[in-house]
């Protein structure tokens, strides 16, 4: 809202009461040609506001939305949780509503393992996987052995971070951690290979600041929150830095089979769903029959095998 659009809108004020009290007709059409064109400046100047607000943005897909939701007007306010049905009881006590919120968040996996899987299912489908995997490929490969991290590694990793001000349980943001990379770029490189040579993950970094999220249905129902977890800045770190070295290991003895397109660098779904249409479409192109399936094994995160076979 610029100092010359504030002007014109007051300007508009004025031209709409004495429109209002005259009945010269040059002087009403005179004051819509001015809305119109009122409109088309707000119009020109938001757009220029938004673009701006977009390029000059860290992350441009959450601003993109959050400008999407004000233009909407479906922006949420976080609402606190003061009244939960605990075992049928409602209760007021942020002590309670906080232990009924971790005991459930804590096993709620657990039981929809129990509800959804059994023992039997699951050797079936580990059955399947391996009935579909070469016998070529059935051996046993290396240990992983972690490399050392530099400092230069350190900083690197820091930089590529989403910037965001959100923190975990030590008020640390990454925000803050990328102003300071270079000065605490040396000590942290000393922790992640200590913790490489003991083969052990900082325990405090494990830790991290649960919020319970409202989806849908009831407030008062317990089930109708979903957990998210707010880690701690320093822990984003070094997972990123471990999930390199194990990327490594496995591109380098070819682990993972050819299907597996999903937690792989540099592809995606994408390229999974381009590679099943474009083998459907040779094939249908071939006036042939085309036969797809896929076995899954959620519980093991074992890799979805997708094989096709063709019919004339």
């Not at 992350?59 to 959050?66: R, V």
């Not at 942020?94 to 996996?109: E, M, R």
């Not at 290979?193 to 405090?204: A, E, I, L, Q, T």
């Not at 109708?224 to 822990?235: M, Q, T, V």
Request: hydrophobic share 30%; charged share 25%.
């Amino acid at each position: 809202m610029t100092k010359g659009i504030k002007t014109s809108i007051y300007k508009k004020r004025e031209l709409y009461l004495n429109s209002r009290n005259s009945s010269d007709p040059k002087l009403k059409k005179y004051y819509k040609l001015y809305c119109k064109q009122l409109n088309k400046v707000i119009k020109e100047a938001k757009l220029l506001h938004y673009n701006e607000q977009i390029l000059t943005s860290q992350n441009k897909t959450k601003t993109t939305w959050n400008i999407v939701k004000s233009e909407t007007g479906k922006t949420t306010k976080k609402k606190e949780i003061t009244l939960l049905n605990t075992e049928g009881i409602l209760t007021q006590s942020q002590q309670t509503i906080a232990n009924a919120f971790n005991d459930y968040f804590l096993t709620i996996s657990e039981k929809l393992i129990e509800k959804n899987y059994t023992e039997k299912t699951t050797q079936t489908q580990i059955g399947e996987i391996m009935h579909h995997i070469p016998q070529n490929d059935r051996h046993s490969y290396p240990n992983i052995k972690f490399r050392g991290i530099t400092t230069k590694e350190v900083e690197k990793t820091i930089k590529s971070l989403k910037t965001k001000n959100t923190q975990g349980y030590d008020e640390i943001s990454v925000k803050i951690l990328q102003e300071c990379a270079p000065f605490i770029s040396s000590p942290l490189t000393y922790i992640g290979n200590k913790s490489f040579d003991m083969g052990s993950f900082p325990s405090r970094l494990k830790y991290s600041t649960v919020e319970p999220i409202y989806k849908t249905g009831d407030r008062l129902d317990i089930a109708n929150f979903r957990p998210i977890s707010l880690l701690i800045s320093f822990s984003k770190i070094f997972e990123k830095i471990i999930v390199t070295r194990i990327q490594e290991h496995i591109a380098q003895y070819q682990i993972l089979a050819y299907e597996q397109y999903g937690f792989r660098s540099n592809i995606s779904t994408d390229n999974a769903s381009y590679t099943l249409i474009n083998e459907i479409v040779t094939a249908m192109n071939d006036k042939l029959i085309v036969e797809v399936y896929s076995v899954i094994c959620a519980r093991l995160l074992t890799v979805s095998i997708t094989k096709f076979y063709y019919k004339n």
